[in-house]
Each structure stands twice: as C-alpha cells, then as structure tokens.
C-alpha cells in the first residue's frame, strides 16, 4: 500500500517538475520576446510575397501606401511616421466596405469617426487610418495588422467576411478535426515553445507553401469577378465551403491573438449584407435533379411567377411547392421571400432572404456560419463586436436589411457609414478610450454637414460611375478590373 503511494506521489512530483520547467520556459522566452506568431503561420494559403502596405516618403516623415497599390486596392493614405504626444492611432483593417466603396474614403465610416472622435474630445489628436483594400479577404488582412503593430497603434478595428469566396484557392490539404481538437490547437499555437519548434521543423525540412500542400497567392488579391464570366467558376463545393469557414475563423482568432499579444485592444465589425433587395448571384440545382423533377419545378415557377399580380399567395403556395422538389436552388427562397413580403409576412420573408443568401453559389455576402465563427470569437475572447448588421437594419421597413440603407448588395449609403461611426464612437466611449464633452452630439452632426457639403460634385459623380461598374461585376459582367477612384 505505502509502496503504491509513493508510485504516485514520485509520479506526480514529476509531472509538476515538469509542468514548472515549461513554465518558466515559457515565461524566459516572453521576457525575451523570442517564439512569437508568424504572420507566415498559415496552415491554409502561402503568398507569393509579402510586402508592407505602408512605406516611408521621400522625405522620411510620413508612412503612406504607394501608389503601385491604391491603383487598384487601396484608396490613398497616410500617417505621421513620428507619431505625436498625445496622439491615440486607429487602423481599420477590411475589405471594400472599410474603403467606403463606391465612393471612398471621405464617405467611409472611418472618415466619419475621425470627425467624431475629434468633435468628441478636442483636445486629443485622432489618427483613423483607412486599410481598406478592395477584394481583401480576412487572410490578407492578417499581415496588415502584423505590420501596423510596429506603427504604435492604439486600437485596431477588424470589419471582414463579404470576400472569403472570392479567390480561387484549394483546401483539399486540410484535415477535417473536431471542435475539441480545434480549441486545443489554438491554446497550443499561442504558446511560444510551439512556434519556436514548428519554426524549427519547418527550417529542417524547407517546409514551404508548396511542400505542405498550400496553395501560393498573388501578392495582392485576384477575384475570380475580375475577370469576363469568371461566375462561371463559381460552383456548390462543401469541401472548399467548409474550408473557408475554417479559414475565416483561424484569420479571426489569430487577428485577435496578436493584438492581444501586442497589448493593443481589437474591435470587430459584423458587416451588413442586402436581403430584400438583393437577389442571388448565381443558383445551382439541386444533385441527382431528373429531368422530370426539373420539368416539375420549371412548371410550379413559372405558374407562381404568372400569379404575381392577381393572387401573390397563390405564388407563395407554388412557390413552396417548387422548393418541395428542389429546396436548393436559391432564386426561388428569394422570389418566395419577395411574396411573403408583399403579402404582409416579413418574418417569413426574412426565413426565405437568409436561406436565398446562404445557397447563393457566388457567396458575396457574408454567409451565416462566418458570422456564427465572428460572434464565437469575440465572446469566448471578451474582444468588442460592433454589430454593424443589426444596427442598420433598424433602419429599414420590416427590419429587412434593403437599398434603404445599403446602395448594393454590401455597401451601406452614407447615412449608414455615419451610424456605424457613432456605433463604434459609443463602444469606444464605453471602454474609457474617449472622454467625450458635453453636448457634443449636436456639434458633431453639424460636422457631419460641413464636411459632406465640402465634397465636389466629381466626387459623387466618380461613386456613382464606381457603382454601376461594381454592380456589374458583381453579376459576373466584368471586363477588367475595376481601379479605386481618388478621394
């Protein structure tokens, strides 16, 4: 019996020993700041190469994107390469949506809160750096905020999912594992021991991104839209869906991760997408349809389609009968979804738009499970979520995001970019990182007005040129890709 006990207790002395080397390990390494994350660690994509948004001007004082970029990614911006006392620095990092498209950054929200931080608290000197770059998915906005933390920031604001779908890349090489094996792997990653010695496997076998199975990509993105009839790229394939979801939310993770590591504070943005009015890119049958179901469903379609003026609930009964033989194809939830709406159902409208977005083949909307991996993330990391969706919905009738607020499929109007800088402004507030004065509101919505009242009609003009070419190539009808107008 005693001989058992001191099995044990030998045992567990050992393991504690143990436990207790690598944590002093680990804490040596923090002190010395070796083993951090990569921004090269992507199990999922490798790149081409790697090259900082921002580079220093000729006279070495300011950090700017050259112009090689914001041709056709980025809109032009700067930033003090000294940063000044008493200066507190935002990047917002994203797609076209941070950039303000189809205009552009003088319309963005990031404009917007720059002038409401500044009407907010004077007496602060406010640095809101627009990263918006055009097609930029989550995974190229990972080495933009690995880059931005050597430009003493003081706060990023992460708004991304809309352009997970728009690149051509594989997963193939990507293990399926369960939620247990994930969540480990993502405590496990974060330790410094692990990056020092996946640092050291990959040096020893000259493991790269085409040794591991990783597709290579363009230094900056390639849209499958840019190019003519590049929808018909686009097709139902699981595999790369469930790859992307999993992708998107290592990029969401490990964007928070380093910012906490860097001790800087994160804020993510849940972006809006159109439903009422913003019907499918592209539809896909059902597999294994027969040619008598096809007819079937072709029939019940055409005949709900024929009902539209005289009896639209005779449609919505047709309609539900055609997705009875074929619940896939995502242009009839949608024509449902428009019936339920005029006939005075919106909650069943919205079922139908939500379930027409998810099946869109051409998924230009953030789609429901990235938004679940969004939320996910920023409760189980305590990370600020600004949800930017649910705000701008309030806007419109029926509580259905539409062109009330939204000019296209995901662009808000500029009434939306201004709600979604007040929302951010408010959360900011909330965390002690602006003291605002009193009764500051009313000074910044006069703000608002001077500033919008200061643009030039070419600017307008240039968005709305913008705008008709984006909603071009969002239906697959593009020529050549589209460039960034100037501010």
């Not at 303000?100 to 608290?121: C, V």
């Not at 003081?154 to 094996?181: P, W």
């Not at 969706?389 to 259905?400: A, N």
Request: glycine fraction near 6%.
């Amino acid at each position: 019996m005693r001989n058992g006990r001191r099995r044990w207790l030998f045992r567990t002395v050992a393991v504690v020993l143990g436990l207790s080397m690598f944590v002093l390990l680990e804490l040596a390494l923090a002190v010395l700041d070796v083993g951090g994350l990569n921004e090269q660690d992507d199990p999922f994509v490798g790149f081409d190469d790697v090259r900082p948004l921002f580079v220093l001007n000729e006279s070495g004082t300011r950090l700017e994107i050259p112009p090689s970029r914001h041709k056709l990614y980025f809109a032009p911006e700067s930033f003090p390469a000294k940063k000044k006392k008493d200066t507190f620095r935002v990047f917002c990092l994203g797609g076209s949506t941070v950039q303000g498209r189809p205009y552009s950054t003088d319309t963005s929200f990031t404009k917007w809160l720059q002038l409401s931080l500044e009407t907010a608290q004077p007496e602060r000197n406010w640095e809101v750096i627009n990263c918006g770059g055009i097609s930029y998915a989550s995974y190229r906005l990972v080495p933009i905020l690995e880059e931005c933390i050597a430009y003493e920031p003081d706060l990023f604001i992460v708004c991304t999912g809309h352009n997970e779908f728009l690149e051509e890349r594989t997963y193939g090489h990507i293990k399926q594992t369960s939620a247990a094996m994930k969540a480990t792997h993502r405590f496990v990653s974060q330790l410094r021991t692990y990056s020092l010695l996946w640092e050291a496997y990959q040096s020893l076998t000259q493991a790269d991104a085409s040794s591991t199975g990783r597709p290579n990509l363009s230094v900056d993105a390639d849209a499958l839209l840019n190019y003519k009839n590049g929808i018909e790229a686009f097709h139902r394939d699981p595999v790369f869906r469930s790859g992307v979801i999993a992708h998107y939310e290592h990029n969401v993770r490990r964007m928070i991760t380093l910012s906490q590591n860097a001790e800087i504070p994160l804020i993510l943005m849940r972006p809006p997408s159109n439903l009422s009015d913003c019907p499918p890119f592209k539809s896909q049958h059902r597999d294994k349809l027969s040619r008598e179901e096809l007819a079937r469903w072709q029939t019940l379609v055409q005949q709900a389609q024929n009902h539209y003026r005289d009896d639209l609930f005779q449609s919505v009964q047709l309609f539900d009968q055609a997705l009875d033989v074929d619940d896939e194809y995502a242009a009839t939830h949608y024509e449902l979804g428009r019936c339920h709406l005029l006939t005075g159902s919106p909650d069943l409208a919205r079922e139908s738009f939500l379930r027409a977005r998810e099946l869109d083949i051409c998924p230009l909307r953030m789609i429901a499970p990235l938004e679940n991996v969004l939320t996910d993330a920023a409760a189980d990391t305590g990370t600020p979520l600004v949800d930017a969706y649910t705000l701008l919905e309030t806007e419109c009738r029926h509580g259905i995001l539409s062109g009330e607020i939204l000019v296209d499929h995901v662009h808000p109007k500029f009434r939306g970019h201004q709600l979604i800088a007040n929302a951010l402004t408010l959360t900011m507030t909330e965390r002690g990182w602006v003291t605002p004065q009193v009764d500051w509101k009313e000074r910044r919505d006069r703000v608002y007005r001077q500033h919008f009242d200061s643009l030039k009609s070419i600017y307008f003009g240039r968005g709305l040129r913008e705008l008709k070419a984006l909603r071009a190539w969002a239906a697959g009808r593009a020529k050549e890709p589209t460039s960034t107008q100037e501010p």
